[in-house]
């Protein structure tokens, strides 16, 4: 290496500021490692990972356990109400066994094979809603615009499509309906300040409310309020305990029973901010949106981008209403004469911008490099 003295010594400065460039350039674009630390399993249902590759006529550990989970979410439907303990539960890959995946991969968008493939794991063990997929009727009519990325609609709806109606004792001139809602002042969360709580509550209220004829009035007296909102660990007065952290997040109850319980043994987020070095971080504002969606009466979809798609991974947010969760609430609802659909679709294109953005910076970093690169020549 030649020694770095007067006019080398400069280049050899241009050099190293160089390398700092294209280290930073080649880094743009890529999440942070520590995203990715969190793995794709949660910590109840971690033990699946163990099942993988497994198909009909297979005998592994653990298969049983697996078939509890799938009637727990409504795949086995010939078992219905009957949740078979682990203990009673052979680990046998059966012809019911393998239907029960199909269902499910079709379910949640995934390849129908019927085999325990890495996606359809990794999704079985992510976080979810406690609410369970099956039973549901799934509209097929409208849909987004081929144009759009799409024709069939994937939302679907409690049995029956109840839902919220206006007071009969209301003026029949004015057709929006008005539910009030309240947090828990008892079921809470320590870490998690009350202001925090109402002003994620009154923005996940406000998504809803944009697209429906329904306005939602925050409330101070619990009791009475249309929606009650709370955070609860195990078994919780309900029928329906939750399982600790990583399982089932929340879950609420069709119209009009109004109940939307949070797992209280979740680490909650706000602000992922503060959260980044947890594994186990989880959206409040995410899970919340969704299960407003169950409160209004819309049952999952099988659109993977959807707020009512079933599962959620820790550090991920998605609170953004897609078009799927407004074309289905507005089948229950009407459309607020204020909005239109054709805002969305502005909106995922916006969104799109700063990746662009991104992109043409960094062009613009390397560009630099070129013309520093060109200087170090001439000084060598």
């Excluded at 009519?141 to 409690?158: C, D, K, L, T």
Aim: net charge neutral; proline share 6%.
């Amino acid at each position: 290496m030649l020694p770095c003295r007067g006019a080398r010594a400069a280049a050899c400065l241009l050099l190293l500021l160089t390398a700092a460039i294209l280290s930073s350039c080649a880094g743009a674009g890529r999440p942070s490692p520590v995203q990715h630390r969190h793995g794709s399993a949660g910590a109840g249902w971690h033990s699946f990972k163990r099942l993988l590759h497994a198909r009909r006529g297979s005998r592994v550990t653990g298969l049983g356990e697996l078939k509890r989970y799938l009637d727990t979410f409504g795949y086995m439907p010939e078992h219905a109400g009957d949740h078979a303990t682990p203990t009673t539960t052979d680990d046998a890959f059966d012809e019911r066994l393998e239907a029960a995946v199909k269902r499910y991969q079709s379910r949640l968008g995934l390849p129908v094979s019927g085999r325990l493939d890495a996606a359809t794991l990794d999704r079985i063990m992510s976080p979810r809603c406690g609410v369970e997929d099956h039973g549901m009727s799934v509209s097929v009519a409208g849909g987004v615009p081929p144009e759009h990325g799409g024709a069939v609609s994937r939302f679907s709806f409690f049995k029956g499509q109840p839902r919220w109606a206006r007071p009969q004792s209301e003026s029949e001139s004015d057709p929006a309906i008005v539910l009030t809602y309240a947090a828990s002042p008892t079921a809470t969360v320590g870490y998690l300040p009350p202001d925090a709580v109402r002003a994620v509550l009154q923005r996940a209220f406000t998504r809803w409310a944009r697209v429906i004829p329904v306005s939602f009035v925050e409330t101070d007296d619990y009791d009475a309020a249309d929606i009650k909102v709370g955070f609860y660990e195990g078994s919780h007065g309900d029928g329906v305990p939750f399982d600790g952290p990583l399982g089932v997040l929340g879950h609420a109850f069709s119209p009009k029973n109004g109940r939307l319980h949070l797992d209280a043994s979740e680490r909650w987020a706000v602000d992922f901010g503060g959260e980044m070095e947890t594994s186990s971080a989880i959206d409040l504002e995410s899970v919340v949106t969704h299960e407003i969606g169950h409160v209004l009466g819309l049952g999952h979809s099988t659109s993977q981008e959807a707020v009512m798609y079933p599962s959620i991974k820790p550090l991920q947010r998605k609170a953004d209403l897609t078009i799927d969760d407004v074309e289905g609430v507005q089948l229950l609802y009407g459309s607020n004469p204020d909005f239109r659909l054709s805002s969305l679709y502005n909106e995922r294109a916006t969104s799109r911008s700063p990746a662009r953005s991104s992109w043409a910076a960094s062009s613009g970093r390397l560009g630099i490099v070129g013309v520093v690169l060109v200087i170090l020549v001439t000084q060598l």
